[in-house]
Protein backbone atom coordinates (compact mmCIF):
# COMPACT_ATOMS: atom_id res chain seq x y z
CA UNK A 1 0.00 0.00 0.00
CA UNK A 2 1.13 3.14 -1.00
CA UNK A 3 0.36 6.18 1.98
CA UNK A 4 -0.73 9.53 0.24
CA UNK A 5 -1.69 11.12 3.70
CA UNK A 6 -0.65 10.87 7.79
CA UNK A 7 -3.45 11.79 10.25
CA UNK A 8 -2.79 12.31 13.70
CA UNK A 9 -5.16 12.64 16.69
CA UNK A 10 -3.95 15.70 19.32
CA UNK A 11 -4.07 14.97 23.23
CA UNK A 12 -2.19 11.77 24.25
CA UNK A 13 -0.85 11.16 21.02
CA UNK A 14 0.60 14.40 20.27
CA UNK A 15 0.42 16.18 23.18
CA UNK A 16 -0.27 14.62 26.99
CA UNK A 17 -2.96 16.27 28.98
CA UNK A 18 -4.26 15.55 31.90
CA UNK A 19 -8.12 16.59 33.44
CA UNK A 20 -6.90 16.32 36.69
CA UNK A 21 -4.48 19.08 36.23
CA UNK A 22 -8.06 21.54 35.56
CA UNK A 23 -10.21 20.29 38.05
CA UNK A 24 -7.67 20.88 40.82
CA UNK A 25 -6.64 24.27 39.57
CA UNK A 26 -11.01 25.55 39.50
CA UNK A 27 -10.61 23.96 43.07
CA UNK A 28 -9.23 26.93 44.33
CA UNK A 29 -11.70 29.46 42.78
CA UNK A 30 -15.11 27.78 43.17
CA UNK A 31 -16.38 26.26 46.32
CA UNK A 32 -16.67 22.64 45.46
CA UNK A 33 -13.58 20.05 45.41
CA UNK A 34 -11.91 18.54 42.35
CA UNK A 35 -14.49 15.18 42.14
CA UNK A 36 -17.47 17.50 42.41
CA UNK A 37 -16.12 20.05 39.88
CA UNK A 38 -16.22 16.90 37.32
CA UNK A 39 -19.14 15.27 37.86
CA UNK A 40 -21.34 19.28 37.66
CA UNK A 41 -19.40 19.87 34.43
CA UNK A 42 -20.55 16.65 32.83
CA UNK A 43 -24.29 17.07 34.15
CA UNK A 44 -24.14 20.50 32.28
CA UNK A 45 -23.94 18.82 28.75
CA UNK A 46 -22.11 21.84 27.85
CA UNK A 47 -18.61 20.43 26.97
CA UNK A 48 -19.73 18.30 23.95
CA UNK A 49 -21.94 21.27 22.89
CA UNK A 50 -18.52 23.21 22.76
CA UNK A 51 -16.44 20.74 20.79
CA UNK A 52 -18.72 20.24 18.36
CA UNK A 53 -19.29 24.71 17.55
CA UNK A 54 -22.98 24.59 18.98
CA UNK A 55 -22.18 27.22 21.93
CA UNK A 56 -19.95 29.73 21.40
CA UNK A 57 -16.75 30.57 23.58
CA UNK A 58 -17.84 33.71 25.93
CA UNK A 59 -21.43 31.64 26.57
CA UNK A 60 -19.73 28.38 27.34
CA UNK A 61 -17.72 30.28 30.06
CA UNK A 62 -20.14 32.40 31.33
CA UNK A 63 -22.99 29.08 31.82
CA UNK A 64 -19.59 26.75 33.09
CA UNK A 65 -18.69 29.88 35.98
CA UNK A 66 -22.46 29.88 36.44
CA UNK A 67 -22.79 26.12 37.38
CA UNK A 68 -19.74 25.87 39.36
CA UNK A 69 -20.48 29.26 41.18
CA UNK A 70 -16.80 30.37 40.09
CA UNK A 71 -15.02 33.60 40.52
CA UNK A 72 -12.92 33.88 37.34
CA UNK A 73 -12.54 36.92 34.58
CA UNK A 74 -13.02 35.02 30.85
CA UNK A 75 -8.84 35.30 30.61
CA UNK A 76 -8.67 33.84 33.89
CA UNK A 77 -11.05 30.78 33.16
CA UNK A 78 -9.46 30.27 29.52
CA UNK A 79 -6.18 29.99 31.25
CA UNK A 80 -7.58 27.28 33.84
CA UNK A 81 -9.45 25.51 31.14
CA UNK A 82 -6.05 25.26 29.32
CA UNK A 83 -3.68 24.23 31.86
CA UNK A 84 -4.24 20.42 31.28
CA UNK A 85 -1.86 20.21 28.47
CA UNK A 86 2.03 19.08 28.96
CA UNK A 87 4.84 18.11 27.16
CA UNK A 88 4.64 16.62 23.29
CA UNK A 89 4.69 12.90 23.03
CA UNK A 90 5.88 13.47 19.14
CA UNK A 91 9.00 14.30 18.64
CA UNK A 92 9.07 17.62 15.90
CA UNK A 93 11.65 16.24 13.74
CA UNK A 94 9.86 13.29 12.89
CA UNK A 95 6.62 15.33 12.33
CA UNK A 96 8.59 17.87 9.94
CA UNK A 97 10.06 14.53 8.16
CA UNK A 98 6.76 13.06 7.58
CA UNK A 99 5.54 16.74 6.45
CA UNK A 100 8.11 16.57 4.16
CA UNK A 101 7.16 13.10 2.03
CA UNK A 102 3.16 12.97 3.04
CA UNK A 103 -0.03 15.11 3.49
CA UNK A 104 0.45 15.87 7.03
CA UNK A 105 -3.18 16.51 9.08
CA UNK A 106 -4.71 16.79 12.49
CA UNK A 107 -7.74 15.15 13.29
CA UNK A 108 -8.95 15.84 16.82
CA UNK A 109 -11.91 16.63 19.12
CA UNK A 110 -11.71 19.95 20.67
CA UNK A 111 -12.81 22.94 21.47
CA UNK A 112 -11.68 26.79 20.26
CA UNK A 113 -10.26 27.78 23.93
CA UNK A 114 -7.99 24.62 24.46
CA UNK A 115 -6.87 24.76 20.38
CA UNK A 116 -6.15 28.55 20.28
CA UNK A 117 -4.08 27.98 23.61
CA UNK A 118 -2.21 24.62 21.91
CA UNK A 119 -1.53 26.96 18.90
CA UNK A 120 -0.22 29.80 20.71
CA UNK A 121 2.21 27.04 22.79
CA UNK A 122 3.31 24.74 21.06
CA UNK A 123 4.76 24.95 17.81
CA UNK A 124 4.74 21.68 16.52
CA UNK A 125 1.79 22.42 14.75
CA UNK A 126 3.34 24.58 12.23
CA UNK A 127 3.98 21.12 10.02
CA UNK A 128 0.54 20.23 9.69
CA UNK A 129 -1.15 20.98 6.09
CA UNK A 130 -4.39 20.73 7.48
CA UNK A 131 -6.32 20.65 10.83
CA UNK A 132 -9.70 18.54 11.23
CA UNK A 133 -10.79 20.04 14.52
CA UNK A 134 -14.47 19.25 16.10
CA UNK A 135 -15.65 22.47 16.93
CA UNK A 136 -15.24 23.28 12.98
CA UNK A 137 -16.60 20.67 11.71
CA UNK A 138 -19.74 20.38 13.94
CA UNK A 139 -19.14 16.59 14.58
CA UNK A 140 -16.80 14.53 16.94
CA UNK A 141 -15.26 10.93 16.42
CA UNK A 142 -16.38 8.77 16.49
CA UNK A 143 -19.15 10.19 14.08
CA UNK A 144 -18.15 9.57 10.37
CA UNK A 145 -18.52 12.28 9.46
CA UNK A 146 -15.13 14.06 10.52
CA UNK A 147 -13.29 11.33 9.40
CA UNK A 148 -14.93 11.29 5.73
CA UNK A 149 -13.72 15.91 6.26
CA UNK A 150 -10.42 14.12 7.36
CA UNK A 151 -10.26 12.11 3.80
CA UNK A 152 -11.84 15.30 1.66
CA UNK A 153 -8.91 17.21 3.28
CA UNK A 154 -6.57 14.36 2.70
CA UNK A 155 -7.36 14.59 -0.99
CA UNK A 156 -6.85 10.82 -2.02
CA UNK A 157 -8.38 7.55 -1.26
CA UNK A 158 -9.50 6.50 2.76
CA UNK A 159 -7.30 3.35 2.14
CA UNK A 160 -4.09 5.69 0.97
CA UNK A 161 -4.60 7.53 4.96
CA UNK A 162 -2.98 6.59 7.86
CA UNK A 163 -4.44 7.55 10.84
CA UNK A 164 -3.06 7.23 15.08
CA UNK A 165 -5.20 8.08 17.58
CA UNK A 166 -4.93 6.49 21.74
CA UNK A 167 -9.00 5.49 21.95
CA UNK A 168 -9.48 2.45 20.28
CA UNK A 169 -13.27 2.98 19.79
CA UNK A 170 -12.40 5.94 17.22
CA UNK A 171 -9.66 4.10 15.41
CA UNK A 172 -12.37 1.66 14.39
CA UNK A 173 -14.69 4.09 13.74
CA UNK A 174 -11.86 5.06 11.08
CA UNK A 175 -11.32 1.61 9.89
CA UNK A 176 -14.68 1.29 9.21
CA UNK A 177 -14.52 3.82 6.56
CA UNK A 178 -11.32 1.97 5.08
CA UNK A 179 -8.30 4.06 6.75
CA UNK A 180 -6.21 2.40 8.21
CA UNK A 181 -5.73 3.13 11.71
CA UNK A 182 -3.61 1.99 15.00
CA UNK A 183 -3.98 2.73 18.46
CA UNK A 184 -1.38 5.01 19.83
CA UNK A 185 0.42 3.42 22.99
CA UNK A 186 3.70 5.14 22.69
CA UNK A 187 5.87 7.27 20.18
CA UNK A 188 8.59 3.75 19.69
CA UNK A 189 5.54 2.02 18.94
CA UNK A 190 3.99 4.09 16.79
CA UNK A 191 7.32 4.35 14.73
CA UNK A 192 7.32 0.54 14.47
CA UNK A 193 4.20 0.67 12.78
CA UNK A 194 4.95 3.15 10.34
CA UNK A 195 8.13 1.36 9.57
CA UNK A 196 6.05 -1.57 9.03
CA UNK A 197 4.37 0.12 6.38
CA UNK A 198 7.16 1.63 4.67
CA UNK A 199 5.87 4.50 5.84
CA UNK A 200 9.32 6.87 6.38
CA UNK A 201 10.60 10.29 8.16
CA UNK A 202 13.88 10.54 8.18
Known amino acids: M ?41 ATGLVPRFETGLIEPQDFVSRISEALALRLSYDEFCDIWSCIFRHPLIPESMLEGLAARYRLLLLSNTNRIHFESIRRNYPLLRHFHGLILSYEAKAMKPQPEIYEAAVALAGCRPEECFYTDDIGEFVEAARRLGIDAVQFESCEQLQREMTARGIGWD
Open 2 to 42: SYRAIIFDLGKVLIHFDFQLGYRALEGCCPHPAPEIRRLLA
